[in-house]
């Protein structure tokens, strides 16, 4: 699968997947206009057969132009059950509900989800094609049981790095905001998302960190928490934007890397 995440932080989030029949956008915190600005910065069109736009969870930086997401690319808004009733959608928008832990496919796309801990519900993601997987989790205050499992197999990993715990704490943010960011349904901090990253089964090919904190947090601090945890592994490490797109091509398959 190709994966192109067109921003990643608490100003707005998407994400572009693409699979050889079938591409889908998950999250909408990006408007249109800069959706479409996005691609063309990396010398591509924005997408018109998108078969769905998935929305994680209601909190505006990743539901807020669903329904001009939906309208513009005529595609349904997919949201679990709990999640939808929280989205504003106008009533051209197509919405279509999915029952969280019950997986559905898109194309040639196996969608799973899996509840995680944030201040409203919120969803882990998995996409599976016959060639790969990746797995999508943001925005959550810790790593529930369960979730090292349901990303285990995942040749890419985009995982939530969203804080250092003492920039957050000597930082400028109040201290009901501190508590929350920090708290068991806040963000994910650094050293959260290492511990998860060392204690996975299989090591993924690619783990991409998202979600960082402009304020409590520096790509150097990510980065380097998360390499110790690697450690030698061979996995490539990237970090995802605030204002700029990440493009990921799809990872080679094991007969092609044999070829080479
Ligand atoms: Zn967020
Ligand atoms: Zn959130």
């Known amino acids: 699968m190709r994966v192109t995440i067109l921003g990643s932080g ?6 572009l997947l693409e699979s ?28 018109r057969n998108v078969a769905a736009v998935i929305v994680t969870h209601s909190h505006s930086d990743h539901a807020m ?26 009533p ?9 832990g019950k997986r559905f496919v898109l194309g040639d796309i196996t969608v799973h989800s899996l509840p995680i801990p944030h201040d409203v519900p919120q969803i882990a993601l998995r996409f599976e094609t016959k060639a790969s997987s990746v797995g999508l989790v ?12 349901f990303v285990a197999e995942c040749e890419t990993l985009l995982l939530e790095s969203n804080h250092d715990p003492d920039m957050l704490a000597q930082g400028p943010y109040p201290a ?18 290492s511990d998860l990253l060392a204690g996975l089964r299989t090591t993924p090919k690619r783990v991409v960190l998202m979600h960082l904190s402009e304020t409590n947090n520096t790509p ?11 450690g030698h592994r061979g996995t490539e490490l990237l970090l995802a934007q605030q204002r700029k797109p990440l493009e990921l091509g799809p990872m080679l ?6 070829r080479l």
């Open 220 to 230: 150097r601090l990510a980065r380097s928490s998360a390499e110790a945890a690697l």
């Open 65 to 90: 132009h669903a329904s001009t997401y939906s309208t513009r690319l005529r595609c349904p808004v997919l949201a679990s059950e709990a999640t939808m009733p929280s989205i504003r959608l106008r």
């Open 20 to 47: 050889r029949t079938t591409s889908v956008l998950v999250d909408a915190g990006l408007s249109h206009r800069r959706l479409v600005q996005r691609f063309e910065s990396i010398g591509r069109e924005a997408p």
């Open 92 to 100: 051209a928008a197509h919405a279509q509900t999915f029952k969280t």
């Open 253 to 258: 398959e094991p007969q092609m890397q044999l």
């Open 138 to 149: 943001t925005d959550l205050g810790h790593a529930p049981k369960g979730l090292a499992a």
């Open 176 to 193: 009901m905001l501190k508590r929350r960011v920090g708290g068991s349904h806040g963000h994910l901090s650094n050293g959260q998302a």
């Open 10 to 15: 608490s100003e707005g989030n998407a994400a």
